[in-house]
């Protein structure tokens, strides 16, 4: 077990005697509680899919796509050959 020395602002000292006001938690036990919690933020947006990025994208309707991506290059062919004839 380390021990270490913080110096807090203003603004984190007044955080800090709030949470032992209202929690009754020690000043070590409420800033381990704080690391613990940031420790797992951290650790969750690394874990985070793409998949899950995606899905909370607002994308709006679909439809636009005029080909699969698995033909994309089929796809962009016919896009410039009707793109020619105008």
């Given at each position: 077990?380390g021990?270490r020395?913080?110096r807090?602002d203003?603004?984190?000292?007044?955080?800090?005697?709030?949470?032992r006001?209202?929690t009754g938690?020690?000043?070590s036990?409420?800033?381990?509680?704080g690391?613990l919690a940031?420790h797992?933020?951290?650790?969750?947006?690394r874990a985070?899919?793409p998949?899950?990025?995606?899905?909370?994208?607002d994308?709006?309707p679909g439809?636009y796509?005029?080909?699969p991506?698995?033909?994309?290059?089929?796809?962009v062919?016919d896009?410039?050959r009707?793109?020619?004839?105008?």
């Amino acid at each position: 077990m380390g021990t270490r020395t913080v110096r807090l602002d203003d603004e984190a000292e007044q955080a800090l005697d709030e949470i032992r006001r209202e929690t009754g938690m020690t000043i070590s036990e409420a800033l381990k509680r704080g690391l613990l919690a940031l420790h797992d933020r951290v650790h969750g947006q690394r874990a985070e899919t793409p998949w899950a990025v995606y899905e909370r994208l607002d994308l709006g309707p679909g439809g636009y796509s005029s080909t699969p991506a698995r033909d994309a290059k089929k796809g962009v062919l016919d896009a410039i050959r009707r793109k020619k004839r105008r």
